[in-house]
């Protein structure tokens, strides 16, 4: 059975592909991807933690308390697992932990971020909502609703997640155990290798396609429409009963996510592309391994960038971490009113103190 060239962020095949000797320029990578695996797993960690328990436990069930409660437990449940990552990246590309957690890890690698880029198109929805029609908003945008379309980002993502349970499973080869993608899980291609390199082909773009369209394109799409019409608002001269700041806030993570997850779609398409382009392969040693920590370490981004993006950034130094989480997701409404064009009104809202995200 031969193994098929790996799209998933854990993929051991392409930080060191089988029968390959990595170069020094894969291994700077490499070492690089690894640093990033191990900062990522101690940020994540502690500053997801800390915003699950500020916005579950110290702050008013609001609408964004409940998306962003949603969005750092997926990205705590995707740091947990960075453990087994960091080892299996560490074996080259051995994976010593069975046939389960292969496909456990796999799938939730999948799972919580493809749950990450739903919770992020929610809020952008939300605060376009919020912005465009704050009466409606007002009395229609509820947590309990709130908490329903989580869900259903939630559902969404697992159904996005499926084709890994069924793909992924172990080989053992020499000794050593590859954790990889068998595209014919159901042996409809016999011992026939040509025909199960093109099922393997059609089925990886199928893959990559599909999580490229629902996961980035159709995002990407729906939050840029949100964010011209939130700015079409605050240049419009009409009241805005807003802050600029969670709008940076908000603006920051949605760019670090898909800066961090571009680089991956890109490498996903070049590994399909591999099958009839061989000369494409010597690329997928050297990028891989930086492409897919910057997957990882979108999940430890957004607690910072709530913490850190705003223009009290000394005063949020001296306050306590909880504090300045709970400042910043703060949902409680102050003196507003920015009105003029849009080359007055952009300095006035850095001023305004009004709700959070």
């Known amino acids: ?44 960690i ?3 933690g800390l915003v699950i328990w500020v916005t579950g436990f110290r702050m008013t069930r609001t609408v964004t308390t409940v998306l962003f409660l949603n969005l750092a437990s997926a ?6 697992f960075l453990p087994f990552i960091i080892i299996n990246t560490i074996l ?21 971020m493809s749950a990450s880029v739903f919770l992020l198109t929610l ?19 509820t947590p309990a609703r709130a908490a329903m379309a989580a869900v259903g980002a939630w559902i969404f993502a697992l159904a996005i997640s499926f084709p890994t349970v069924i793909f992924k499973t172990t080989v053992t080869e020499n000794g050593k155990t590859f954790c990889y993608s068998d595209l014919d899980p159901w042996n409809e291609t016999g011992a026939d290798e040509a025909l199960y390199d093109a099922l393997a082909e059609s089925r990886l773009w199928s893959l990559v396609l599909s999580r490229f369209f629902l996961g980035f394109v159709i995002p ?50 070049i590994t399909v592309s591999a099958y009839q382009q061989p000369h494409l392969e010597h690329l ?44 910043a997701l703060s949902e409680e409404s102050g003196p507003t009113g ?19 995200l």
């Open 1 to 44: 059975m031969e193994n098929s060239l790996e799209l998933l962020p854990n993929a051991s095949d392409t930080l060191y592909p089988v029968e390959r000797l990595p170069s020094a320029i894969h291994q700077t990578f490499w070492i690089i991807g690894l640093i990033i695996y191990c900062l990522t797993f101690v940020l994540g």
């Open 46 to 48: 502690t500053g997801n």
């Open 75 to 80: 990205d705590f449940t995707f740091t947990a």
């Open 92 to 112: 080259q590309p051995h994976w010593p932990f069975g046939w389960f957690l292969c496909k456990l890890i796999s799938s939730l690698s999948v799972f919580n």
């Open 123 to 141: 809020i952008s929805l939300d605060r376009c909502v919020s912005v465009l029609w704050p009466v409606w908003a007002r009395n229609h945008r």
């Open 220 to 269: 990407l799409v729906i939050i840029s429409v949100c964010y011209a019409l939130i700015a079409a608002r605050l240049c419009s001269g009409m009241k805005m009963a807003k802050s600029s700041r969670p709008f940076k806030v908000l603006t920051a993570v949605v760019t670090a996510f898909f800066l961090c997850w571009l680089p991956h779609h890109v490498m996903s398409m």
């Open 284 to 327: 997928l040693p050297s990028l891989s391994p930086l492409s897919s920590s910057l997957v990882f370490l979108n999940s430890c981004l957004n607690p910072l960038l709530y913490v850190f993006i705003g223009r009290d950034f000394r005063e949020r130094l001296l306050r306590t971490l909880p504090a300045a989480l709970e400042r």
């Open 338 to 356: 920015i009105t003029g064009n849009c080359s007055n009104s952009a300095p006035a809202a850095t001023d305004v103190e009004s709700q959070g």
